[in-house]
């Protein structure tokens, strides 16, 4: 069974500082993992997705995270944050299983952003 | 193309009521998932379904259950709601074989 664990229910950064949302998974095939944001009252937007061609992967909104097979981690970074990069951030997990792809989201992190 | 639509976008219901919610998916995507999002269990999956055939399941009781028309809108169902089922309820789409799901807004349920 796959799984998600996401470090920290909530971060708060200052703006402009860097942002570094932490998310280790366990899976017994290579996995496709997934952070998603979730603004208020919104449903979730794909920020970027590994699927093995490479192991640093570059998002939108500046957002990148950093695949790690030995530490089984996909951790979220940017550089310097922005006030608008407040919201609530999701890693997923998922592999084939029987012609579907069903992530298995972690419980999720919130970033807090200060002026 | 136009996103995934999910109305209404808020219900308020009294226990033992049932609901019916609608998702329409992007337009050429075949499979509809939903998801349960509270702040106590986070996102849970509760069902797939692909070509009007449920083809996944989550562990919820059968009082949540859905169906899918021949034009891949959904729906889902929630009979004798109780006041745990109070929540924001995610339907996504994807293509088939692809593993990125689009999300719709939710809708937000308050049982009361």
């Known amino acids: 069974a796959q799984s998600v664990t996401q470090l920290g229910s909530h971060v708060s950064v200052s703006e402009g500082a860097l942002v570094l949302l932490r998310c280790n998974y366990s899976?017994?095939?290579?996995?496709?993992l997934f952070w998603y944001v979730q603004y208020p009252n919104q449903g979730l937007q794909l920020l970027l997705k590994?699927?093995?061609?490479?192991?640093l992967v570059k998002g939108i909104n500046g957002f990148e995270a950093e695949f790690k097979k030995s530490e089984t981690s996909f951790h979220l970074t940017k550089p310097s944050a922005h006030m608008s990069d407040a919201a609530e951030y999701f890693c997923?997990?998922?592999?084939?299983?029987?012609?579907?792809?069903?992530?298995?989201f972690g419980r999720g992190t919130s970033l807090i952003v200060h002026p | 193309k136009a996103g995934v639509t999910q109305t209404p976008r808020y219900l308020i219901k009294t226990r033992g009521q049932q609901v019916t919610l609608s998702c329409s998916p992007i337009?050429?995507?075949?499979?509809v998932s939903w998801y349960q999002q509270t702040p106590g269990q986070g996102l849970q999956f509760l069902f797939e379904?692909?070509?009007?055939?449920?083809?996944n399941k989550g562990n919820f009781p059968g009082r949540f259950s859905g169906r899918q028309f021949s034009n891949s809108r959904s729906e889902m169902n929630v009979s004798t709601l109780e006041l745990g089922d109070s929540a924001l309820y995610l339907c996504?789409?994807?293509?088939?074989?692809?593993?990125?799901?689009?999300f719709g807004a939710g809708t937000r349920l308050s049982v009361l």
């Open positions: 379904y692909f070509s009007e055939t449920q083809r």
């Open positions: 996504a789409s994807n293509e088939a074989g692809a593993n990125i799901q689009y």
């Open positions: 590994y699927t093995s061609a490479a192991t």
């Open positions: 997923a997990v998922s592999d084939r299983a029987g012609g579907s792809y069903i992530p298995t």
């Open positions: 899976s017994s095939v290579p996995p496709y």
């Open positions: 337009s050429g995507h075949r499979s």
